[in-house]
T-cell receptor, first 115, second 112 residues
Framework: GAVVSQHPSRVICKSGTSVKIECRSLDFQATTMFWYRQFPKKSLMLMATSNEGSKATYEQGVEKDKFLINHASLTLSTLTVTSAHPEDSSFYIC???????????FGSGTRLTVV | KQEVTQIPAALSVPEGENLVLNCSFTDSAIYNLQWFRQDPGKGLTSLLLIQSSQREQTSGRLNASLDKSSGRSTLYIAASQPGDSATYLCAVRSQGAGKSTFGDGTTLTVKP
């Protein structure tokens, strides 16, 4: 079935550095990719929507310059957390609509810890 | 703006019991509703997807129902097992919106 592969699954970085998270759609093309953030014991909050070939659409309150999103091809979307700070520590998950409108498939998530 | 609520936030049951998880949403103009399972520190696993034209979907011991008019969906788990312990999330995709709105989830613990 249609799968989104997300890497890395876990990353620890120092404050001030940047971290890139990749999501690749396998066996299908994802013209749209959704990026979510999840705080402990809370639901997923949509951060932004990436569209292949155009600029990402960010949700209110999400810093565009801090969370850089690039949808370079029909199978790859990346989220870069720039100048990371401890408060950016969270669980980040990407999601792509399944072909035919049959819901969504999710990446396995990335646990980011900024020390 | 769509709002999704899941009650209860946590549920603990003995093994073998049948149980129901609830999901309510404020805007009935939905495209579909999807139930997910999330294990601690893990990503999401899709369980069931109900299109707006459907009333229910079944997969194994799971049955999800949808009542758009009342803005409610339920996830029924039959003969619960310890392996069912996880957080269950419902996500509602509103008409005209590509994104989904998630509830905060129900954390289920099934005791052996």
């Amino acid at each position: 079935g249609a799968v989104v592969s997300q890497h890395p699954s876990r990353v620890i970085c120092k404050s001030g550095t940047s971290v890139k998270i990749e999501c690749r759609s396998l066996d299908f093309q994802a013209t749209t990719m959704f990026w979510y953030r999840q705080f402990p014991k809370k639901s997923l909050m949509l951060m932004a929507t990436s569209n292949e070939g155009s600029k990402a659409t960010y949700e209110q309150g999400v810093e565009k310059d801090k969370f850089l999103i690039n949808h370079a091809s029909l199978t790859l979307s990346t989220l870069t957390v720039t100048s990371a700070h401890p408060e950016d520590s969270s669980f980040y998950i990407c999601s792509a609509p399944l072909p035919g409108g049959h819901g969504y498939t999710f990446g396995s998530g990335t646990r980011l810890t900024v020390v | 703006k769509q709002e999704v609520t899941q009650i209860p936030a946590a549920l603990s049951v003995p093994e073998g019991e049948n149980l129901v998880l609830n999901c309510s949403f404020t805007d009935s103009a939905i495209y579909n509703l999807q139930w997910f399972r999330q294990d601690p520190g893990k990503g999401l696993t899709s369980l069931l997807l109900i299109q707006s034209s459907q009333r229910e979907q079944t997969s194994g011991r799971l049955n999800a129902s949808l009542d758009k008019s009342s803005g409610r969906s339920t996830l029924y788990i039959a003969a619960s097992q310890p392996g069912d312990s996880a957080t269950y999330l419902c996500a509602v995709r509103s008409q005209g919106a590509g994104k989904s709105t998630f509830g905060d989830g129900t954390t289920l613990t099934v005791k052996p």
